[in-house]
């Protein structure tokens, strides 16, 4: 092969040939002038040559480069996969066309680093020289060299999960759900991305995923974990604290060891479900609620620093596998899954158990803090009370292996275990998406999601719901706005900081845009699958708490085949996302 351009020895040896035989010819008098003029031209025409193919070997050299760093760059984007030689190839060939620039080519050469993200290319390209072959130098020769980085970003997502008694009418629906969910934790695991990275000595996974299964209110215990009134310790909070609720004084917050670490102003009786109520209270003065605000803090004159856990025999329906309101019998105890609280009797007419008729086992006094729902007829203690959903919440975790995908999946097969879904068919949205908030960002409660990373980081949170939000006894917000109502245009409970009234619709509105942050952009994406459910003003409602009103933020599913179709889109933003940062 020839030799290396930008050799300066090589050049050298070129241009002193030139000038050896420039002198040569205007020194020497003697001889044939016909020869000299034959051995010049042989002289002047290889000079002439040599800055021709000097700019050749240039221009060669650096589209060589330029093909190596497109070729590197999509390498990078691969790496760890099967897919980086022939992406390096494809990018390479289409930048640097070989045969149209008459070149021969050693490479291009693919050493990935995975210890060190990076992807290294290498090449050399040879053409042969036209006017410098009468000085001896048949072909030039170039090499060139790229390196990328893979750009490192991470992914934060949880999956916040309608598991309302809708979702099994019928049954199939909650079966397309886990399909769904589980597609896209295969997806976001099988994309190229490496699931972990160590900088400066500190190891940080890249894909976390959690998970909220929602209805008529949310179950805050950790998943899979059993409740015992015997682990529940306190943690001293001052003389001065006033509990936001009761209005009482009390210096001692409470915890449900290996239960949750959400902290609590009561301590809850054995029986508890892991429910909590929403921080709202219904006073027409929402400067003092944070129900849509993250951890713990003081708004307006209440101080939120623990949720009011749902007692048994409250909002929670008394032994609701046995247990009804029947009206049909005038009023008695009856047997069946629709189950009552004493909260849908306190929220029409009734203000102790010695008011409701016999057989009232379990039902409690009323007490004096209670603020009573607005259920709006008598007839809605007939109705039963909204159980807390079975299955708790599985924290942001990491996913770096097969083992840890495994546990994901089984938290999603576990998703509708233990839920009285015939009884179940309320829907909280704004709860859902909040606690789903909740999880994905750090600090306490659940402070599993780190505030800062030292690469770039997507955070997502992927909501799925088939109902309108609607109110109801035992619900989250105690059944304060209405018994299955929804937008309702009413000032009885105030109006928000926006100017809106203040009902369920509008309070998920605005905890959306809190999500979401004031650069969308940049802030938490919201992706919403509206599911077997073709309400138009839902429709509207969902597409403003999307990122986007469309594809790939918002998507309205009528079956299972569109169901998984849309979260196999999402799945793929997710990753798209991964890549592009």
């Known amino acids: 092969m020839g030799p290396q351009l930008f050799n300066r020895p090589v050049i050298g040896r070129a241009f002193g040939k030139c000038r050896k035989a420039g002198s040569a010819f205007g020194a020497d008098q003697r001889g044939s002038v016909a020869i000299w003029v034959g051995v010049a031209l042989t002289v002047f025409i290889g000079c002439a040559g040599l800055a021709v193919d000097t700019a050749r070997g ?24 099967d897919k980086v030689d022939s992406d390096i190839t494809m990018f390479f060939n289409a930048n640097f066309p070989a045969a149209q620039l008459e070149a021969t080519l050693d490479g291009p050469h693919v050493v990935q680093d995975l210890a060190n993200n990076t992807v290294n290319v290498d090449a ?29 970003n991470g992914l934060d997502v949880v999956i916040a999960i309608d598991i309302s008694g809708s979702m099994c009418k019928p049954c199939t629906k909650i079966e397309a759900a886990q399909s769904a969910a589980k597609l896209l934790v295969d997806t976001v695991y099988a994309d190229p991305n490496p699931k972990e990275v160590t900088i400066s000595g500190v190891t940080y996974p890249l894909l976390n995923i959690g998970m909220v299964p929602w209805g008529g209110k949310v179950n805050v215990s950790d998943d899979g974990a059993t409740y015992d009134p015997d682990k529940v310790v306190t943690e001293p909070v001052g003389s001065n604290f006033t509990n936001p609720v009761t209005g009482v004084t009390q ?39 944070s129900d849509l605000k993250l951890g713990y803090g003081t708004y307006g004159g209440k101080s939120w620093i623990a949720y009011e856990p749902i007692l048994p025999g409250q909002g929670e329906p008394i032994n609701p596998e ?37 057989g009232t086992s379990g039902i409690i006094d009323r007490p004096s803090y209670w603020v009573k729902g607005n259920q709006g007829s008598a007839t809605s203690q007939g109705n039963d009370c909204t159980p807390v959903p079975g299955p708790g919440i599985r924290r942001l975790l990491p ?34 998406l909040f606690w789903a908030w909740e999880v994905l960002m750090p600090g306490k409660p659940f402070d599993e999601g780190k505030a800062s990373v030292p690469f770039n980081r997507t955070q997502a949170i992927v909501l799925l719901t088939d109902g309108i939000a609607t109110g109801a006894n035992g619900d989250s917000y105690k059944g304060a706005f209405g018994f299955y109502t929804t937008a309702a245009t009413t000032t009885s409970h105030g109006k928000l900081g ?56 918002y998507y309205q599913a009528s079956s299972a085949t569109d169901l998984e179709a849309a979260f196999k889109s999402i799945a793929a933003s997710l990753s798209v996302l991964r890549l592009s940062k």
């Open 58 to 81: 240039y221009m060669l050299k650096a589209r060589l480069s330029q093909a190596l760093d497109a070729a590197a760059l999509a390498g990078a984007k691969q790496l760890g996969s």
């Open 124 to 152: 050399k390209a040879s053409i042969n020289t036209t006017l410098m072959s009468v000085l001896g130098f048949k072909k030039i020769t170039v090499g060139a060299a790229a390196s990328a980085v893979r750009g490192i």
């Open 251 to 289: 210096s001692d917050i409470y915890f449900a060891k290996d239960f949750t670490d959400v902290r609590l102003l009561s301590k809850p009786p054995a029986g508890w479900k892991g429910g909590v109520y929403a921080r709202y209270i219904d006073d027409n003065n929402n400067t003092n609620d």
């Open 322 to 358: 046995t247990v009804k309101w029947d009206l049909t019998t005038g009023g008695t105890w009856g047997n069946g899954k629709y189950a009552q609280c004493a909260e849908a009797y306190w929220n029409d007419n009734g203000l102790a158990k010695t008011d409701h008729p016999t």
């Open 399 to 432: 996913v770096r292996n097969a083992t840890e995908k495994a546990a994901m999946v089984t938290s999603i097969n576990n998703l509708f275990k233990g839920v009285d879904t015939l009884s179940e068919h309320y829907t909280d949205t704004p709860q859902g």
């Open 498 to 553: 926006d100017g809106s009234y203040n009902n369920k619709n509008n309070r998920l509105k605005q905890l959306a845009t809190a999500i979401k942050g004031a650069n969308p952009a940049q802030g938490v994406k919201i992706y919403v699958v509206q599911y077997d459910e073709p309400d138009a003003t839902l429709k509207a409602l969902l597409q403003s708490v999307a990122t986007g009103k469309n594809a790939p933020y």
